[in-house]
């Protein structure tokens, strides 16, 4: 396999340092999206340290250390006489870019443990989901920010359907179904998860934005249909259903537990539709064709998070092959967005 070493420096210096900046950078830039330091620092003004850490109540000595740091080893937050740090106008392009902040709440704030314990799990000695386990509340965070990109065109595609009710899977914090109701009037929404602390910040979130009149929202077990039918049905409506990068989470338990869910759906939702979005899994030999800084996403997500979780990611033609056992009809599917994630619309 042809490699592109332009990546990886000049010389074993820029190698093992670039190493250690990315190591730090990584946590940095994780730590002040999720305190708020860079959300303070947002408006481009200058601020002291000391304004900073009271306002937040974060560690004064701490914070400076991070931010002489980052004033130090890259261009997005410049340092002033007294402690006073100001970000620049490019910092705030990248680090508030749904790329930068997508990495730095899932891929280092939800899954750093991977590597904090990657040592003891290569020994057999930990496991993950029984020993150690990944921040669900980033990851949620982090799956807006990824999936994004196709709102616009599943939105659509729900109002050429007619649909009356549109059923978030897995709505989290009801960011896509808010997204989904205020592209389009057409519909109503409900947004579904099995957490009751998820349900209660989407309620928040969905009176934020005044659509208390048409999103409604439930507690339901995706795996089990008939924990919810009866919260959705209703003689005559058209519904469709909606998940972005939440079925895989099955293929755990293999291919046998996405197509039971899926038989168990259309059981109880006969005639509706389903559009699911997922990342269409990258061979090596594909991997190659990628330049080496447009793969490393994809890497990330297919071989670290979704490798040393023992999880699982489908290919378009497995992902075929489980619609064909589940005996539901593909109807389309696109497979042009970002990070090769791919719209699949079912029809049970």
């Not at 989290?172 to 579904?192: A, M």
């Not at 489980?322 to 599917?333: A, R, T």
Request: with cysteine; glycine share 6%.
């Amino acid at each position: 396999m042809d490699k592109d070493y332009s990546f990886l420096g000049e010389n074993i210096t820029h190698w093992t340092q670039s190493i250690r900046r990315g190591y730090a950078m990584s946590f940095l830039l994780s730590s002040f999206h999720d305190t708020g330091v860079f959300n303070y620092l947002k408006d481009l003004n200058k601020k002291s340290s000391d304004e900073i850490s009271k306002n937040l109540n974060l560690n004064k000595s701490v914070l400076e250390s991070g931010l002489n740091f980052l004033s130090n080893a890259d261009n997005s937050i410049n340092k002033h006489k007294n402690n006073f740090y100001q970000m620049t106008e490019l910092g705030k392009k990248r680090i508030f870019s749904d790329q930068a902040m997508a990495m730095a709440l899932g891929a280092v704030g939800a899954y750093h443990v991977l590597f904090t314990n990657f040592t003891a799990t290569l020994k057999n000695e930990k496991v993950y989901g029984k020993d150690f386990i990944r921040d669900g509340r980033l990851v949620a965070k982090s799956s807006v920010l990824t999936g994004k990109a196709n709102y616009p065109w599943v939105a659509q595609k729900l109002a050429d359907l007619k649909v009356d009710t549109v059923i978030d899977l897995g709505c989290g914090s009801g960011d896509v179904i808010i997204d989904f109701c205020k592209r389009q009037k057409s519909f109503k929404g409900i947004g579904l998860d099995i957490s009751p602390g998820a349900i209660e910040v989407a309620k928040e979130n969905v009176k934020k934005n005044n659509l208390e009149d048409r999103i409604d929202l439930i507690i339901g077990d995706m795996l089990n249909p008939k924990s919810y039918s009866s919260k959705i049905k209703s003689k005559g409506e058209k519904v469709a259903f909606n998940a972005i990068m939440a079925l895989h989470e099955f293929l755990i338990d293999g291919e046998i537990a996405a197509i039971n869910v899926l038989k168990k759906m259309k059981k109880e939702f006969p005639e509706s539709y389903f559009i699911l979005g997922e990342y269409n899994r990258c061979t090596d030999e594909e991997f190659a064709t990628i330049p080496i800084y447009e793969r490393m996403h994809m890497l990330f997500y297919q071989e670290i998070i979704h490798g040393l979780t023992d999880q699982d990611l489908a290919s378009l033609e497995t992902w075929k092959k489980i619609f064909e056992e589940s005996d539901v009809e593909l109807v389309e599917y696109k497979s042009d967005f970002p990070f090769r994630l791919i719209e699949y619309v079912l029809k049970f």
